[in-house]
């Protein structure tokens, strides 16, 4: 019952948008007191979470990313009341539940894409989850990504900016059921990144052109289309 009610109301907080500010305080405050509480609960199961018992955490993330997208920008004074809300975000994106890490990097996308920025650390974190076998998570990761891309500088992106096109690489290469989206999310990162400094990705250009043609072939997004083609 409390994953639907969270489900409706991180819908609500959407759909309202600024009309939500007089509520946001205590939604954010019941989100992460939901999250906190069943953290503890959790905490002691040696045998491993369930993805179901996780449930009530990355419905509470939605949540907040509701509350994100319906405020935008001014989620970041929000945001400023939590003083852990940062740690929050980083300890889920590391969360054994796969669902959990899709929804942070949710998160993490939507509050760059609203100027709202975080500790370097998360960048670190964004690569660590590009991983196929879990494409949801991936595909968060690698939108987050693009999005810290475009809102950051040369300088703070060049110690991470070799393990990510790698990573991007690869991910351009991915085939199967299950996997749509990655290449194209891959093909936007790897736009954004060269925006960012063309010298970050021309060296490997023949090793990934034609599965970067490939994904840019398959961007929809105008914006990210326009992005991956500059």
């Not at 946001?24 to 979470?49: C, H, M, P, Q, W």
């Not at 970041?76 to 796969?98: D, I, K, R, T, W």
């Not at 990573?167 to 060269?194: F, H, K, P, Q, S």
Request: charged share 20%.
């Amino acid at each position: 019952t409390i994953p639907v009610l969270l489900d409706s109301l991180a819908c609500i907080c959407v759909v309202a948008s600024s009309s939500i500010a007089n509520y946001a305080t205590k939604i954010l405050d019941y989100a992460v007191s939901t999250i906190e509480t069943a953290t503890l609960l959790l905490r002691n199961n040696e045998e491993g979470i369930p993805e179901e018992d996780a449930d009530p955490i990355h419905c509470s993330l939605d949540v907040i990313d509701g509350l994100i997208e319906g405020l935008g920008n001014d989620f970041g004074h929000l945001m400023n009341s939590q003083p852990q809300f940062e740690h929050m975000v980083v300890h889920s994106s590391q969360h054994e539940c796969a669902s959990v890490r899709a929804s942070a990097m949710a998160i993490v996308g939507d509050l760059y894409r609203n100027d709202i920025c975080m500790q370097l650390s998360i960048i670190s974190h964004c690569i660590e989850s590009m991983n196929p076998m879990h494409p949801a998570v991936a595909t968060n990761a690698i939108w987050a990504t693009g999005e810290i891309c475009l809102r950051t500088d040369s300088n703070t992106m060049k110690p991470f900016a070799s393990t990510l096109l790698q990573n991007l690489i690869a991910l351009l290469m991915v085939e199967g059921e299950g996997r749509a989206g990655l290449a194209e999310n891959a093909a936007c990162c790897v736009g954004r990144l060269a925006l960012l400094n063309a010298d970050f990705v021309a060296n490997d250009l023949p090793r990934f052109i034609t599965g970067w043609c490939d994904g840019l072939a398959k961007i929809r997004d105008p914006i990210e289309r326009r992005d991956s083609f500059r």
